[in-house]
């Protein structure tokens, strides 16, 4: 699936939205400290103030979608983008590339033996050429949705869409070495992590 990046051993961690996967990236780094390439975080680096992408998004959706400190309303952009595909596409044409660029600098830039790119959308964004193995965090969909309406106080309603506006789980896990199930206790997660490490 992927070209060895100088044989190391490069984790594409990715899941459905709400699964786990932050849990599991925690325990990765405390336990086995492993450095961490989180695409969510240079996602949110690509519309920094300033940033191109950011003023080509504020060009396209209007102040509606800026905070009164200049920066980006995300909630206000959520609304708008998962809502409607054309629009989600045209905002991911421009952020997935910066992802990228800075993943395989980010990988270039590390000499530790194993590497973990945490990539939500690993699959829609097409970067599994990135990684020598694909680890995919599975809960419940029910489990999924309790999360996400806590997590980001979200209605039933929103919670589904933003979990059907993702691949299915069953298609990533699929292509998967390792399917970290995290439908049962932690103590559970981290002995199959545990157990994928090593």
């Known amino acids: 699936m992927a070209h ?7 984790i594409g961690l990715t899941g459905g939205i709400a699964t786990g996967k932050t849990t599991v990236t925690n325990y990765l780094q405390e336990k086995y400290k492993l450095p961490i390439l989180d695409a969510d975080l240079l996602a949110r680096e690509a519309v920094n103030n300033n940033s191109p992408i950011l003023e080509q998004i504020f060009n396209r959706y209007g102040a ?3 905070l009164a400190n200049g920066e980006l309303d995300r909630a206000a952009l959520g609304a708008i983008i998962f809502n409607n595909s054309t629009e989600k596409s045209w905002l991911e ?3 997935h590339p910066f992802v990228r ?8 830039q590390l000499n530790e ?3 973990v790119l945490a990539i939500p959308l690993l699959f829609e964004a097409k970067m599994t050429d990135l990684v020598t193995e694909i680890w995919v965090v599975t809960c419940t969909e029910a489990q999924q949705k309790e999360r996400l309406m806590k997590r980001n106080n979200l ?4 919670a589904q869409n933003r979990i059907t506006n993702q691949l299915p789980l069953e298609f990533k896990t699929r292509y ?3 399917i970290l199930d995290n439908s049962g206790t932690l103590t559970n997660l ?3 992590i545990d157990r994928a490490v090593n």
């Open 190 to 192: 981290k002995i199959q």
């Open 64 to 66: 509606n979608i800026r």
């Open 4 to 10: 060895k990046l100088n044989s190391k051993r490069i």
């Open 176 to 178: 998967a070495k390792i």
């Open 155 to 158: 209605t039933l309603t929103e």
């Open 101 to 108: 660029e800075k993943l395989v600098t980010g990988i270039a």
């Open 93 to 95: 044409a421009k952020i």
């Open 113 to 115: 033996e194993i590497i």
